[in-house]
Each structure stands twice: as structure tokens, then as C-alpha cells.
């Protein structure tokens, strides 16, 4: 049986490396596309000293595709914080127009510390310094702080289209910075919920449904006492000798092939699967809610089980029921399971063992309550380990 949900991790893991992939290479465009605009406004304008920076800027962001096309991301990234901190370093530093810096230039470190936030996500004190940085540089910028070094003087009427050009490249950015915030937090969500639900799929099929809805309510272990309820062991005759003949994943196979059709039958009654041990089987009826008919629809399930092992030729199944009162909860802190304990789940296992191979062995105490149904045979008493004489019934399967 496959369990895909444990790829559910790997595969959102892949899928987020591409997205990122596809963002860091949507930066480096928009890093190229604004680098080529400023590049022709400097040459118009004849400010060469810009043109060689945004030269520069536009190798930087080629650069950085290459990168990605060689699954290089963190390189890319790297190139693109730098080439952005060398760019707006430059633009508020050296390219000046009339106040303490250039227009709306300085506004882009709080772009890049948004983007180097998402860059660096999976280094998180690395995130959180570098954009730390990039806020202390807009503060600085912002109200004057930083050191000023005007190269190039712009006119007024120039100064209004580099501010403008600057607020675009920057509200471009953070646009794009959102949306990935965004279909991130949203692919997150939907991978979650997909493991959640596969996940408690699992934990279904393991456990009975009223016993996940308490578990999930309660958050701890529990046990209950069952007055009346019966059990079911049923255990393959000479198993240990069979299983020597064949290989390992030939064993496997074979008892996941029965058992699980066991499985199948166990759930169309109604009655609770408690565990295989090997090649042993349990059932219980009446556990965890509570049936009237427990013993009846118990020993009917058996006769439907024999049934089934009659059809594989190579398992001989002995079957062995009994009656009475059990505690059942669960037990475990990691692997957690539903179990049930006490001298009704003690005799039954002794019903199983006292049995013959191809029928079903019901204790005295189960016989009163389906001998109304099903026909008999009596065994008479037979010597128990630990339990002394108890009368034991083959049960007949119908006609």
C-alpha cells in the first residue's frame, strides 16, 4: 500500500524552489528593464557617470539569469541585494537634484527590504539584518543623515521625470513582491490542508472515527471499561514453518492480500480492527460503541473470515471468540494505538490457540448469547493454560 502524503512535503518544497526561481528571474528583468530605461535617459541627458552605473546594473541582472539557469538561486539573489544596494546607494548618493537627496530615489531601500526579506527567507538572521540595513539606509537618506556627495546636478523639470520613473520601478516592484507574498502564504495554505487531510485520512483508517473525534477534542490518552463486548483472535496454523519456504516480500504480500480483504469485510459490519501482530489478527465488537448484537455480528464475521482464508489454499486459519468486559484507550506517546486489555481479551486469545485449524471456537460465555442463531457443537471442557477447564464451541457454518 502507498502512502503518498509523505511526498506531500518533498513536492511542496520542489514546488516553492521553482516559484522562487521564477520571481528571482522576474526581478532580474525588472532590474534590467529599468536599467535600460535610466541608461537611455543618461545618455540623453549626457550624464555618462550614470550611463557606466546602469551599464553595469544591466550585466548584473544578465548575470543573475545565467545563474538561475544553472540552478544557482542563492548566487542570483545574492547579485541582485548587491546590485540593488550599489543602484539606489548611487541614485541618492551622487545623482542629486535640489533638497538633501534625489526625489524619491531613497524610497527604494524599503523595496529592497522587502525583497530581501522573501530572498532570504531560509536564512532568517541573514534576513533580518539585511533589511534592517536597508530601513537604517532609508532613515538616513530620508531625513538627511547620510553622507552626500553630489556628481551630477539636474534641473528641476529632469529631476520630475527621474522621480517618476524611480516611484514606478519601485511601486513595479513591490507590487511583485506582494503577489509572491501572497501565492505563497496561499500555496502554503493548500499544501497544509492537503496534508491534513491526508494525514487524518490515516489516522482514520488506523483508528476507529469515535476515537480520532476524542482524541482530537481531549489531545491525551484515554481508557474506557466495556461491561459487554466480545473479541476475536484469529491466527495462521504454522505460520512460522510456511514463511521459511518463501521469500520475505512473498510473506508480505501474502498476508496483506487476506488481510486486507479481513480488513474490508471488518468494516462492512461495523466492527473495529484493533491490530495484526505478525500473522495474528484482532477484532473487537462492541468497542468503542456499544451493540447489543456484539457477540452475534462477531461470530458471524468469523464464518465469513474462514470463508475467505478457505479460498487460499496455503493459510489455514484458526479462530477463536469470547465475551465479556475489556478496557480500551489509547496507549503511546509517538506511535500511538487503540488496545484493549483484561481476562475477556486473555480467554479469547486461549479460544484462538485451543482451536482447530479451519473452524471457529467460541467460549461458553459467547455461545449464550448466539445460540439462538448459530449452530453449535460442544467440546466439552478443555484444560487452559493459566485458566483451568472452560466449555468451547466449534461454531458451523451455515448450510
Partial sequence: MEFSFYDISSIWRDARKK??????????????????????????????????ATLATVAMGIC???????????????????????????ATVFAAGYGINNGTAHFGFITMALVSYFLLYEYKIYREIISFIFFVLFFLFHFGYAPFFPLVFLPPDKTHYINMLSVVINLLTMFFVTRQFVKEITKSEEALTLAADKLEGLIGSMLPRPVVERMRHEGKTFADEFHECSVLFADIE??????????????????????????????????????????????????????KDHAMVLTEVAIKLQAIANEHSHFK?????????AVAGIIG???????????????????????????????????????????????????????????????????
Fill in 64 to 90: 543573475a539569469l545565467q545563474l538561475i539557469r544553472f540552478k544557482r538561486i542563492l548566487s542570483a539573489k545574492i547579485i541582485i541585494l548587491i546590485t540593488g544596494l550599489c543602484y539606489f546607494l548611487t
Fill in 317 to 325: 486459519f484458526r479462530i477463536g471468540i469470547n465475551s465479556g468486559a
Fill in 238 to 291: 504454522g505460520f512460522t514453518s510456511w514463511s521459511e519456504k518463501l521469500l520475505p516480500n512473498e510473506v508480505v504480500n501474502h498476508l496483506n492480500n487476506i488481510f486486507s480483504k479481513f480488513d474490508d469485510e471488518i468494516s462492512n459490519m461495523g466492527l473495529t480492527k484493533i491490530k495484526t501482530n505478525g500473522d495474528s489478527y484482532m477484532v473487537a465488537s462492541g468497542i468503542p460503541e456499544f451493540r
Fill in 333 to 399: 506517546k509517538k506511535i500511538f494505538m487503540y488496545d484493549i486489555w483484561g481476562d475477556t481479551v486473555n480467554t479469547a486469545s486461549r479460544m484462538e490457540s485451543s482451536g482447530e485449524a479451519g473452524k471457529v471456537n467460541i467460549s461458553g460465555s459467547t455461545y449464550e448469547l448466539v445460540k439462538d442463531k448459530f449452530t453449535c457443537t460442544y467440546r466439552g471442557k478443555i484444560q487452559v493454560k493459566n485458566k483451568g477447564e472452560i466449555d468451547m464451541y466449534f461454531v458451523e457454518p451455515a448450510s
Fill in 19 to 52: 516559484r522562487v526561481a521564477s520571481f528571482v528571474r522576474i526581478l532580474s528583468y525588472l532590474m534590467i528593464a529599468a536599467a535600460l530605461q535610466w541608461m537611455v535617459l543618461t545618455l540623453i541627458e549626457r550624464i555618462y557617470v550614470l550611463t557606466v
